[in-house]
C-alpha cells in the first residue's frame, strides 16, 4: 500500500459517516490524484484555475467531484463552470452574479458555499454575518437562478492555540445555524460546513464540520516548482 493509500485509510476510518473528505491536491501531479482515485478517493479540492483546468483537463475520464477552494476572481469564473462541482470560496455578490451568469450559458446550477472571515489573520478572505445578510436580502442576489447556496465555509488561524481555532470552528458553526433559521429553512441543500484541515481537522470534525479539506497529511508536503 502507498503512502497515499495509507493516509486516505486512516483518515477516511476516523471520520463520521457525514463528514466528507476534500483531498486537497494543489501542487502536487496528476499520478498522485490516480493514486488516491485508486483507492477511492473522489472528491479533490484545487486552490488555483489554471492548476484545477489543466488537471480537469488531464484527468476528465475519471468521475472525479472537483472542487475549487481557493479565492476565485470573476473573470476565471467562465473557466470552470461546465465541469465543477462545488466553489468553497464565495465572499461578494459581484461572483455569485458572474457565477449565475456562466452557468445559465452552460444550462447548469453551481453548488457554492459562502466563506465567512474567523480568523485573527487579516489576510484571509471571507465575509461577515452583516455583510452576507446584506448578499442574501438584496433583489440581484433574489434574481439569481443557477446558483445554489449549500453551505458555509471558513478558514481557522494559523495558529498552535487550538483553544483559539476551537473557538472560530465554533463561531463559524452558529453563524451556519443562523443562516439555515433566517434564510434556508426550507432548503435541505444548506447543509454543509467546510472548514479544517490537515493539522486541525480533528476538532473541526468536533465542532460540526461536514467537509474537510486535506492536502499535507494526504499527499506530503506540498511541491512548488
Given at each position: 500500500m502507498s503512502f497515499i493509500e495509507d493516509n486516505i485509510y486512516n483518515l477516511t476510518r476516523k471520520l463520521p459517516k457525514n463528514v466528507n473528505l476534500v483531498a486537497v491536491s494543489k501542487t502536487h501531479p496528476v499520478e498522485m490524484i490516480k493514486t488516491a482515485y485508486s483507492c477511492g478517493q473522489r472528491i479533490f479540492g484545487e486552490n488555483k484555475v489554471q492548476e484545477l483546468?489543466?488537471?480537469?483537463?488531464?484527468?476528465?475520464?475519471?468521475?472525479?467531484?472537483?472542487?475549487?477552494?481557493?479565492?476565485?476572481?470573476?473573470?476565471?469564473?467562465?473557466?470552470?463552470?461546465?465541469f465543477i462541482d462545488l466553489i468553497h470560496s464565495i465572499d461578494n455578490l459581484k461572483l455569485l452574479k458572474e457565477i449565475d451568469k456562466q452557468a445559465k450559458k452552460n444550462s447548469k446550477t453551481i453548488n457554492c458555499l459562502l466563506q465567512f472571515h474567523i480568523a485573527t489573520?487579516?489576510?484571509?478572505?471571507?465575509?461577515?454575518?452583516?455583510?452576507?445578510?446584506?448578499?442574501?436580502?438584496?433583489?440581484?442576489?433574489?434574481?439569481?437562478?443557477?446558483?445554489?447556496?449549500?453551505?458555509?465555509?471558513?478558514?481557522?488561524?494559523?495558529?498552535?492555540?487550538?483553544?483559539?481555532?476551537?473557538?472560530?470552528?465554533?463561531?463559524?458553526?452558529?453563524?451556519?445555524?443562523?443562516?439555515?433559521?433566517?434564510?434556508?429553512?426550507?432548503?435541505?441543500?444548506?447543509?454543509?460546513?467546510?472548514?479544517?484541515?490537515?493539522?486541525?481537522?480533528?476538532i473541526a470534525v468536533e465542532e460540526g464540520s461536514t467537509m474537510i479539506r486535506v492536502g499535507s497529511n494526504i499527499f506530503g508536503n506540498r511541491i512548488y516548482i
Amino acid at each position: 500500500m502507498s503512502f497515499i493509500e495509507d493516509n486516505i485509510y486512516n483518515l477516511t476510518r476516523k471520520l463520521p459517516k457525514n463528514v466528507n473528505l476534500v483531498a486537497v491536491s494543489k501542487t502536487h501531479p496528476v499520478e498522485m490524484i490516480k493514486t488516491a482515485y485508486s483507492c477511492g478517493q473522489r472528491i479533490f479540492g484545487e486552490n488555483k484555475v489554471q492548476e484545477l483546468v489543466s488537471k480537469y483537463e488531464e484527468l476528465k475520464q475519471l468521475n472525479i467531484k472537483w472542487h475549487l477552494i481557493g479565492h476565485l476572481q470573476t473573470n476565471k469564473v467562465k473557466y470552470i463552470v461546465s465541469f465543477i462541482d462545488l466553489i468553497h470560496s464565495i465572499d461578494n455578490l459581484k461572483l455569485l452574479k458572474e457565477i449565475d451568469k456562466q452557468a445559465k450559458k452552460n444550462s447548469k446550477t453551481i453548488n457554492c458555499l459562502l466563506q465567512f472571515h474567523i480568523a485573527t489573520e487579516e489576510t484571509k478572505f471571507g465575509l461577515n454575518y452583516s455583510e452576507a445578510e446584506e448578499i442574501l436580502t438584496s433583489t440581484d442576489y433574489k434574481e439569481l437562478k443557477n446558483i445554489n447556496i449549500c453551505g458555509v465555509m471558513g478558514m481557522a488561524s494559523f495558529t498552535d492555540n487550538m483553544d483559539l481555532v476551537r473557538k472560530e470552528f465554533r463561531n463559524l458553526k452558529q453563524i451556519f445555524e443562523q443562516l439555515k433559521k433566517e434564510y434556508f429553512a426550507t432548503n435541505f441543500d444548506f447543509c454543509e460546513i467546510s472548514m479544517g484541515m490537515s493539522s486541525d481537522w480533528h476538532i473541526a470534525v468536533e465542532e460540526g464540520s461536514t467537509m474537510i479539506r486535506v492536502g499535507s497529511n494526504i499527499f506530503g508536503n506540498r511541491i512548488y516548482i
